[in-house]
């Protein structure tokens, strides 16, 4: 389950694999920012959307490029915003919540890293009003999804409130 990519770096990172990413970087440093040639994903692209912290930070570390759009004119930050919940996790959260509080414990846990892997993407000098194809910010999507952890975040680094999306 998941995406599959055409560029192994991307993969590698999608799948929070440092060792094949050192390797292939090893090999060829210009595959830091390659795109993919499907959807235009970038290595921190691939690491952001599955949330891979340490992938994140290390492709940060090589200097790999924020400002980078794919196909769907996203960047990074836009797929940091838009790390939620999966089913998975909202099943373990209701099944667990009242067992000893293990639910909340996970939803803390959840919650902890995508305001970490936030932090490291607005560390960077990413465009934090970049649009996608549809109008959205990394703001827009954090609030569709009410991620009420991520807003001050954004909004601390100027995040525009009148930008308007395909909607409205």
């Given at each position: 389950?998941?995406?599959?990519?055409?560029?192994?770096?991307?993969?590698?990172?999608y799948?929070?694999?440092?060792?094949?990413?050192?390797?292939?970087?090893?090999?060829?440093?210009?595959?830091?920012?390659?795109?993919?040639?499907?959807?235009?994903?970038?290595?921190?692209?691939?690491?952001?959307r599955?949330?891979?912290?340490?992938?994140?930070?290390?492709?940060?570390?090589?200097?790999?490029?924020?400002?980078?759009?794919?196909?769907?004119?996203?960047?990074?930050?836009?797929?940091?915003?838009?790390?939620?919940?999966?089913?998975?996790?909202?099943?373990?959260?209701?099944?667990?919540?009242?067992i000893?509080?293990?639910?909340?414990?996970?939803?803390?846990?959840?919650?902890?890293?995508?305001?970490?892997?936030?932090?490291?993407v607005?560390?960077?000098?990413?465009?934090?009003?970049?649009?996608?194809?549809?109008?959205?910010?990394?703001?827009?999507?954090?609030?569709?999804?009410k991620?009420?952890?991520?807003?001050?975040?954004?909004?601390?680094?100027?995040?525009?409130v009148?930008?308007?999306?395909?909607?409205?």
């Amino acid at each position: 389950m998941g995406i599959v990519y055409s560029e192994p770096i991307c993969q590698a990172a999608y799948d929070n694999n440092l060792q094949k990413v050192y390797h292939i970087l090893k090999e060829d440093a210009k595959t830091l920012n390659v795109q993919d040639e499907e959807s235009g994903d970038t290595p921190i692209i691939a690491a952001c959307r599955r949330g891979n912290i340490r992938m994140v930070k290390y492709l940060l570390d090589l200097k790999a490029d924020v400002a980078i759009k794919n196909k769907k004119q996203r960047t990074c930050l836009h797929y940091a915003a838009k790390r939620t919940f999966s089913f998975l996790d909202y099943l373990m959260i209701t099944i667990l919540m009242p067992i000893l509080l293990i639910g909340y414990l996970i939803l803390e846990d959840k919650q902890r890293k995508n305001v970490k892997l936030m932090n490291l993407v607005l560390s960077t000098k990413v465009e934090v009003d970049a649009v996608d194809y549809q109008g959205n910010t990394g703001l827009h999507y954090v609030c569709q999804r009410k991620s009420h952890r991520l807003v001050p975040l954004l909004l601390e680094k100027k995040a525009d409130v009148s930008i308007k999306n395909k909607v409205g």
